[in-house]
């Protein structure tokens, strides 16, 4: 399609039946993969840590090679995810999110998916409209939803300046010309051939192929001066004019309202059940409320009752709380300094209350304080960007002193409030680092840019030990809604002195010890612990809910990561100050879940 006006959402919708909504989307465990990183489904040979660790670096010319597959796209397919529904089933996966997958320029290596040059139509190098239904369809057999990454206030590098250098300014700057499809200025910006510039030249839908539908002020230079952020290029990405006003009277663009009919249609057409909407900071709430409001309005129509919309909201908790009670986003992916906290928390780096104490939401306004966290934080620790490591980016397997704790990280982000997330290839303990983002987006299958600077060999191993930890960890938490729901509280812990006292690390050592936590939910109480030590079973004791439990109750093993070390049944014992507690043994960097319930039912 070239024209937003040649859909027709009542034809496409009549008689179609759609894939509801989940009821809370706190149940469900998301998986972020890059598309074009992830799978092909013809893979051959699985990677074998003996022998084809850094087998890409055996000399220059190979290194090199490598490295330029960093840079550019590399194969992985709609049809690739296809091929690995069972991967994910059997992970404990239930939503997918998929880095964006509409047509790039094709002057540009932009395999990220996040300079679209054209809004209706699924780029050629990751498959077409009928992979993307296939998919949908097959996962929504599974149990597993599927979110599209989008994007509105931004396209490609469809056109240049007449300037070669564009920093930011007030004013907008003169388009040269829209490119061509070798990425050259040749269509007028005040009357662009559409019939030659279609397919490959411009930007598509042709209702948004004009120069009007960009603000033209040229690149960011400061990325948190208002109004810069809000109009300015990111970097070649061309900046789109949303709209204008105050929030209250906001009138959205004609750009916005057909990128809005566009992403309708994908919905109507593949059976989505979410958006994850990029760069929310960088639009005016008022263009985001517009678009969610439709957005909602719309899926409801299709029986989608909670259409899941996720903003990439940075700039601060406040900030992302006050944008999405204004503009009715569902959640917020990560908050700022959430992922690094929940990384350090593991690895035994900090405090631990100070990744606990966020859920307190101390400053934050409203009755009821523990849904934000519950319904609206996307929690995750590795991804796609890893911003936490400005300047140097790095899974969290790439700290090779701490990397034997990756199970424990998984247990904190799967266990603690929020929608928990994890990032392609974490399950297979990946280690990415480098001083460029590349480093951090490896390929699953068996490419020129595989993971451990390897080459021609896949990752998808079933056996895996973070795979099979996160397999069962992701099944505990989907049959036990108190860990998907429940409040949450830090425990104080004691050794045989019964000192009781909240963990705390040393300035410079850090914390190598045991964290405990409840999470309590109609009168059921579940006890989790991990253990930050990676030399030493460590035994302490922990206080419960003491209105819960009596002297004499019993706690019952759910899980641990080595059930030789821990015992099946804990007894409840007093603690000072009429409180009570249980002694729990923690593994070497291992965790464990007891369960408490009335009347031990």
């Given at each position: 399609m070239r024209r937003v006006a040649e859909i027709n959402l009542d034809h496409i919708i009549k008689e179609k039946k759609y894939y509801p909504s989940p009821d809370n989307w706190e149940e469900q465990i998301l998986y972020f993969l890059m598309v074009d990183r992830f799978a092909t489904g013809k893979e051959e040979k699985l990677y074998n840590p003996e022998v084809d660790y850094e087998n890409a670096l055996q000399n220059k010319e190979s290194r090199q090679r490598w490295e330029d597959y960093g840079d550019r796209w590399n194969g992985g397919t709609i049809q690739g995810i296809i091929s690995k529904l069972d991967y994910l089933e059997n992970l404990g996966i239930t939503a997918l999110w998929l880095s964006p997958i509409f047509k790039q320029a094709a002057y540009e290596e932009t395999y990220h998916g996040y300079g679209i040059q054209n809004f209706l139509k699924i780029d050629p190098h990751l498959g077409s409209r009928d992979d993307l239904?296939?998919?949908?369809?097959?996962?929504?057999?599974?149990?597993?939803?599927?979110i599209l990454d989008i994007i509105l206030n931004h396209s490609g590098n469809v056109f240049s300046y007449q300037d070669e250098n564009t920093p930011y300014r007030d004013e907008p700057y003169e388009i040269k010309g829209f490119h061509d499809g070798e990425g050259n200025p040749t269509f007028n910006p005040d009357n662009p051939d559409y019939d030659k510039a279609w397919p490959e030249g411009g930007i598509w839908p042709e209702e948004i192929f004009k120069k009007e539908t960009f603000t033209c002020k040229g690149e960011i230079t400061d990325w948190d001066a208002y109004p810069e952020y809000v109009e300015g290029d990111f970097y070649s990405l061309k900046n789109i004019s949303t709209g204008e006003g105050p929030f209250h009277s906001f009138k959205p663009s004609q750009a916005l309202k057909h990128l809005t009919e566009c992403y309708k249609y994908w919905i109507a057409a593949a059976d989505i059940d979410g958006f994850r909407l990029d760069t929310v900071k960088h639009m005016e709430p008022g263009a985001t409320r517009y678009f969610a409001t439709e957005i909602k309005e719309f899926s409801r129509c299709l029986?989608?009752?909670?259409?899941?919309?996720?903003?990439?909201?940075?700039?601060?908790?406040?900030?992302?709380?006050?944008?999405?009670?204004?503009?009715?986003?569902?959640?917020?992916?990560?908050?700022?300094?959430?992922?690094?906290?929940?990384?350090?928390?593991?690895?035994?780096?900090?405090?631990?209350?100070?990744?606990?104490?966020?859920?307190?939401?101390?400053?934050?306004?409203?009755?009821?304080?523990?849904?934000?966290?519950?319904?609206?934080?996307?929690?995750?620790?590795?991804?796609?960007?890893?911003?936490?490591?400005?300047?140097?980016?790095a899974r969290f397997a790439a700290d090779k002193e701490k990397d034997s704790l990756l199970a424990n990280a998984i247990f904190i982000n799967l266990f603690t409030p929020g929608i928990p997330c994890l990032y392609y290839g974490t399950e297979q303990g990946f280690d990415g680092s480098g001083d460029s983002d590349k480093y951090v987006r490896e390929t699953m299958f068996d490419g020129e840019f595989g993971a451990f600077r390897s080459r021609k060999r896949h990752f998808f191993n079933h056996g895996h030990p973070v795979y099979l930890c996160l397999s069962r960890l992701a099944e505990i938490r989907q049959k036990h809604l108190p860990l998907q729901a429940g409040r949450q509280y830090l425990r104080e812990i004691a050794g045989e002195d019964e000192q009781y006292h909240y963990p705390e690390a040393d300035p410079e050592k850090g914390y190598q010890g045991v964290t405990a936590w409840s999470r309590i939910f109609s009168q059921q109480e579940y006890l989790l612990a991990v253990n930050s030590n990676q030399k030493e079973t460590l035994k302490v004791k922990t206080m419960v809910d003491s209105d819960l439990h009596k002297s004499g109750d019993i706690f019952y093993r759910l899980y641990s990561s080595d059930d030789s070390q821990t015992a099946e049944k804990l007894e409840v014992h007093a603690a000072p100050d009429n409180n009570t507690a249980i002694t729990i043994t923690v593994p070497a960097a291992g965790h464990v879940i007891y369960r408490f319930r009335k009347n031990n039912n």
């Open positions: 239904i296939e998919l949908v369809e097959r996962a929504h057999e599974r149990d597993i939803y599927i029986g989608k009752k909670n259409f899941q919309i996720i903003g990439e909201i940075t700039g601060g908790m406040e900030f992302a709380l006050d944008i999405m009670n204004k503009t009715g986003l569902d959640a917020a992916l990560g908050i700022n300094r959430l992922p690094g906290l929940m990384e350090d928390l593991a690895k035994g780096y900090q405090d631990p209350r100070e990744y606990f104490d966020i859920f307190k939401n101390h400053d934050l306004k409203g009755e009821d304080y523990n849904k934000w966290y519950q319904n609206n934080v996307i929690t995750m620790f590795d991804d796609h960007d890893m911003i936490i490591h400005q300047g140097d980016k």
